[in-house]
């Protein structure tokens, strides 16, 4: 038996299998990467991982309790606010310190053509008549929001097909991971004759292109804000990460 520190991630970005391997190269620290299993492509770890859901707070804090966890840090997706207030009440219930790793949101800059709605389903409601052929790039969690506008043809990219009985709108679906060029989102768009994006606020370089393209091209986008996340320490990149915890061995 060890006397090293334990550190739970709990994934669902990029930066979280990043992360873990950093993490993981601390002397006296030994790392645990937890994802949610939504994506079905692998994701090659180099530390310890689970995959799957813990039962909500109640089950994270006994996760927590059993494996001996000392610290929590949580590197989910912007859009998955659940998992982070689960994961602010487990951490609570624990006394345990807890970080959120939370990527910078992409902000206006002049040229962008944005529309900011609160939501998919308030994304959906402007669309009628906005564009006849609309990018969809908000992962395959929220289509059926879309499913009953039958006069616009979306072209749908995402990492996973949609569940069999999930309602879909009427287009095309594109199955691919980022990071995406420049080069070819611009090429996308035009190919396809895109009118209109509606994509979520994610933040971070992977999928940024199709915002550069939709400016140099004139195109609306409709953006999706992010839900409150609870309170709580944040930061914004890897190294401020491994610096909050060597700070406190």
Known sequence: MTNNKRVLILGGTGEAAALAAKIGEIPGVDAIASFAGRTKEHITLT?????GGFGGATGLANYLRQEGIDFLIDA???FAAQI???AAKAALDCDIPRLMLSRPAWEKVPGDHWIEVESNQAAANILPGLAERIFLTIGRQELAS???????????RMIDSPEADTPTPTGKLLLERGPFSLESDR??????????IVSKNSGGDATYPKIIAA???????????????P???KVA?????????????
């Not at 530390?47 to 995959?51: D, E, I, K, L």
């Not at 400016?215 to 996340?229: A, F, N, Y």
């Not at 990149?237 to 061995?249: H, T």
């Open 76 to 78: 989910t997706h912007p």
């Open 84 to 86: 982070s207030f689960n």
């Open 146 to 156: 879309y499913a009953h506008l039958k006069d616009i043809w979306f072209l749908m």
């Open 231 to 233: 309170e709580g320490e």
């Open 187 to 196: 090429s996308l768009l035009q190919d396809y004759q895109i009118g209109a």
């Open 215 to 229: 400016r140099e091209l004139g195109i609306t986008v409709v953006m999706v804000q992010r839900p409150p996340v």
């Open 237 to 249: 990149d890897i190294k401020s990460v491994v610096a909050w915890l060597e700070k406190r061995f």
């Open 47 to 51: 530390t310890p991982s689970r995959t």
